[in-house]
């Protein structure tokens, strides 16, 4: 089954430290999004991507199609940056991908300490 | 404002009594899918939708049934629910677009708590 891996599970951070998530998944894939999830269940989309990079505010993603990879970046992070960050991926039709089905990664629990 | 709307927000009902949840968007969106979020799973997608009469299976259809009548709506219909599948649901909708089958941003409902007994 293809899958979608995000590390790590859990990141604890001091306010202002620079943040790195990542995606790794197993095949190729044509659209990767960035999700964020807050504490109250909301869900809120950061970026879709399918190559290069994307930057909006202190957010920056990133992904490197031949590596199978993304990341997501935070500059100067923010206790209002806690929050439970998603991957998804839309795998190609070559790698079994429906037309437009999304896999998830498990999300990566953020905690950012004032 | 633009947005995606769930109703209801929170239900709690028996086993096999039939039910809807129903999705709307304001968007003219294209795309429409329903997931499922449950701890240490993660979301799931359950149903999606291209275009109004156009839908198709996720990763966990098993016991759902969708309809897309108009392209506003995509209700989530539940005909004999059961205990596993109380979980946390999220509908959201998006553009298409132009190249090939890639989805624009998603916008998500504000998700609906379903407890069944």
């Known amino acids: 089954k293809n899958e979608v891996e995000q590390s790590p599970q859990n990141l604890t951070a001091q306010e202002g430290e620079f943040i790195t998530i990542n995606c790794s998944y197993s095949?190729?894939?044509?659209?990767l999004h960035w999700l964020q999830q807050h504490p109250g269940g909301g869900i809120v989309s950061l970026f879709m991507?399918?190559?290069g990079k994307k930057k909006h505010g202190r957010l920056i993603a990133t992904i490197n199609i031949q590596e199978k990879h993304s990341s997501l970046h935070i500059t100067a992070s923010h206790p209002r940056d806690s929050a439970v960050y998603i991957c998804?991926?839309?795998?190609?039709?070559?790698?079994?991908?429906?037309?437009?089905?999304?896999?998830f990664g498990k999300g990566t629990h953020l905690i950012i300490q004032p | 404002e633009a947005q995606v709307t769930q109703n209801p927000r929170y239900l709690i009902t028996v086993t096999g009594k039939k039910l809807t949840v129903t999705c709307s968007q304001n968007?003219?969106?294209?795309?429409m899918s329903w997931y499922r979020q449950d701890p240490g799973l993660g979301l799931r997608q359950i149903y999606y939708?291209?275009?109004?009469?156009?839908?198709d299976k996720g990763d966990v259809p098993e016991g759902y049934k969708v309809s897309r009548k108009e392209k506003r709506n995509f209700p989530l219909i539940l005909e004999s629910p059961s205990p596993n599948q109380t979980s946390l649901y999220f509908c959201?909708?998006?553009?298409?677009?132009?190249?090939?089958?890639?989805?624009?941003?998603?916008?998500f409902g504000p998700g609906t708590r379903l407890t069944v007994l």
């Open positions: 968007m003219n969106h294209e795309y």
């Open positions: 959201a909708s998006s553009n298409i677009m132009t190249k090939g089958a890639l989805t624009d941003t998603q916008y």
């Open positions: 939708s291209m275009n109004v009469e156009v839908t």
């Open positions: 998804a991926v839309r795998f190609d039709v070559y790698s079994g991908g429906g037309a437009d089905g999304l896999t």
């Open positions: 095949v190729g894939i044509s659209a």
């Open positions: 991507l399918s190559s």
